[in-house]
């Protein structure tokens, strides 16, 4: 099993923020299967302040271009993401259209 970390912002906005968890409470059954047909095993979305962090473990049939394909494919994916675009913004850093920046790891014990 393979672990992938990830960051993005939200709009610094307490509203914005609170209505974008209450989606988070509710994922709509076809995103949710389209994670687990992806490959992965286990995804954890944390937040302090307006910044997420996302913890991804896949499988060995996981890769981000395959995810990327599919999700590319899918209305219902396209029409989650476009109504989460409303509460998120990118990184600083992110490169034009990046959403969610993969991280670095940088300590393990």
Known sequence: ?????????L???PTLIAAYEAYHKAVWPEIL????SAGIESLDIYRTGNRLFMIV???????FEA??????????????ETLM???????????????????DQIFKL
């Open 85 to 103: 675009w409303q509460y998120q913004q990118a990184l600083p850093f992110a490169k034009p259209g990046e959403k969610w920046v993969l991280m």
């Open 67 to 80: 995810k990327n394909r599919a999700d590319s494919e899918n209305q219902k994916v396209q029409e989650w």
């Open 33 to 36: 299967e389209s994670i687990h």
């Open 57 to 63: 473990e896949v499988n060995d049939k996981f890769s």
């Open 11 to 13: 709009k610094d906005d």
């Open 1 to 9: 099993m393979e672990r992938y970390c990830l960051a993005l912002d």
